[in-house]
């Protein structure tokens, strides 16, 4: 008779107590919901927000489970090699937990979820080091969209500005972002107040496990689309 798979001793040491509690509840968790979903995903993003991850989160908890976290303790959780698999075949989707990655419990068809994540875009403000999707350039002369009382923050981001009769004016041409280059502090703070976006949070899906097999979706490295 096949060994059980279920219900085996996990081992988190060099941890302290509390975080490994939590880390032990998540192994528990993430092997719960292996028994009461039917296929296993993991998926990568980019420029995660909480709040909108969260909305989606919640809009599919009827069907979907979401584990983020420690890639390790999440490898753990279903097993790194067939001796310490919680299901035949699902410890070749801990090879994909890597960098920024999640993993998606789930009892939807195939093609909802490739459309969930094909269609799951929000656009967002870009944060401090991320990369510039468009240069981001300010002409010389009155900046209407400021209230005057703005003149001394838009100066300390580094603009060249001055007040002229009340109206915030640019006394020089100026470049808050090039495109490609990492964005500073200071102009993440200006793109906000510009009101301009440019860091997309998507979500890709990388592999899938069933009972049925595991099957490779989109390599790390290569831009292959779920079908």
């Not at 640019?170 to 972002?177: A, I, P, R």
Request: glycine share 8%.
């Amino acid at each position: 008779m096949p060994k059980s798979k279920r219900n085996k001793l996990v081992t988190l040491s060099k941890t302290k107590k509390k975080g490994r509690e939590h880390k032990e509840s998540i192994v528990t968790a993430v092997r719960k919901a292996s028994e009461e979903f039917r296929e296993l995903y993991v998926f990568s993003f980019e420029n995660m927000r909480n709040g909108k991850f969260k909305a989606l989160r919640d809009e599919l908890k009827s069907s979907t489970r979401f584990f983020l976290g420690s890639n390790k303790v999440l490898q753990i959780a279903i097993g790194k090699g067939p001796s310490d698999e919680v299901k035949e075949g699902i410890h070749k989707a801990s090879e994909f937990l890597c960098g920024n990655t999640g993993m998606l419990f789930t009892n939807l068809p195939n093609e909802e979820v490739a459309r969930i994540f094909t269609d799951f875009e929000e656009l967002d403000f870009a944060r401090t080091g991320s990369t510039a999707t468009e240069t981001v350039e300010l002409n010389e002369g009155p900046l209407e969209q400021f209230t005057h009382e703005m003149e001394p923050f838009l100066r300390k981001q580094g603009m060249p500005v001055r007040l002229n009769r009340g109206v915030v004016e640019l006394v020089g041409d100026y470049t808050v972002c090039r495109e490609g280059e990492a964005i500073s502090p200071e102009a993440s703070r200006i793109l906000r107040l510009l009101g301009v976006k440019m860091a997309p949070f998507r979500m890709s899906v990388l592999c899938r496990w069933s009972p049925n097999g595991f099957k490779v979706l989109k390599a790390p490295e290569s831009q292959k689309v779920l079908q």
